[in-house]
């Protein structure tokens, strides 16, 4: 049974940073999509940041280029992600998720692709 169990949220103030993590166990994750996505109230499940199997690109989403980092430790089946400069409007909860599609840059955006999803973590910044 595939598990992937986020931590690492938590409230910050804006300018501060934040790591994430995503546990993932149950398979071997290093021929997949990695992602997260983040969900605000209110607002629809959107896209931050992929790693296209564990030695492929990554994408991010434009708002958080230059202040992300996704990364990836496959002896451990975890991935990271690294938050900098982090913004009010960076507030939501984060979810870990997987597209179990070996070496596919197809939908890696895409929450409607994704095959598993964590529970989520949640991030506040504060003014």
């Known amino acids: 049974q595939v598990q992937l169990i986020e931590s690492g949220g938590g409230l910050v103030q804006a300018g501060d940073s934040l790591r994430l993590s995503c546990a993932a166990s149950?398979?071997?994750?290093?021929?997949?999509?990695m992602a997260w996505f983040r969900q605000a109230p209110g607002n629809e499940r959107e896209f931050v940041a992929a790693?296209?199997?564990?030695?492929?690109?990554?994408y991010y989403t434009d708002s958080v280029k230059g202040r992300f980092t996704i990364s990836r430790d496959n002896a451990k089946n975890t991935v990271y992600l690294q938050m900098n400069s982090l913004k009010v409007e960076d507030t939501a909860v984060y979810f870990c998720?997987?597209?179990?599609?070996?070496?596919?840059?197809?939908?890696?955006?895409?929450?409607?692709?994704?095959?598993?999803w964590g529970k989520g973590t949640l991030v506040i910044v504060s003014s």
């Open positions: 790693s296209i199997w564990s030695t492929g690109p990554t």
């Open positions: 998720a997987v597209r179990a599609v070996a070496y596919s840059e197809i939908d890696y955006n895409n929450a409607a692709g994704m095959d598993y």
């Open positions: 149950g398979r071997t994750f290093n021929r997949f999509t």
